[in-house]
């Protein structure tokens, strides 16, 4: 059974820091991309960070470059959002997707991710 589970979300100040985790089964976890996507209320979703298989190489959306990083475990079960310096328009559902690629073909488009989590609340306020 495929499965990503996020976890970490929750209430943080402007400025603070909350760290994403992202766990995925069911899976050879470290032969596909991972991404980040956030949903906000009454907007699309929108994608945020992605990584290659073996972090290989990474994507950021430009409106987090420089306050988030993604990352993930060596064996590539956990994929991380830190995310630093937080806004309040960073509040959203995030949520964490897998492509069927080693690499993120497409970047941060969102019709290239096949696989999705539920979904953890951020809110900065």
């Known amino acids: 059974h495929v499965q990503l589970v996020e976890s970490g979300g929750g209430s943080e100040q402007a400025g603070g820091s909350l760290r994403l985790s992202c766990t995925a089964s069911g899976f050879t976890r470290d032969r596909y991309c991972m991404g980040w996507f956030r949903q906000a209320p009454g907007k699309e979703r929108e994608g945020v960070a992605a990584?290659?298989?073996?972090?290989?190489?990474?994507y950021l959306a430009d409106s987090v470059k420089g306050r988030f990083t993604i990352s993930r475990d060596n064996d590539g079960s956990t994929v991380y959002l830190q995310m630093y310096t937080l806004k309040p328009e960073d509040t959203a559902v995030y949520y964490c997707?897998?492509?069927?690629?080693?690499?993120?073909?497409?970047?941060?488009?969102?019709?290239?991710?096949?696989?999705w989590g539920q979904g953890t609340q951020v809110t900065v306020s």
């Open positions: 990584m290659d298989a073996r972090g290989r190489g990474t």
């Open positions: 997707a897998r492509q069927n690629w080693e690499y993120c073909n497409s970047g941060l488009r969102e019709y290239a991710y096949t696989i």
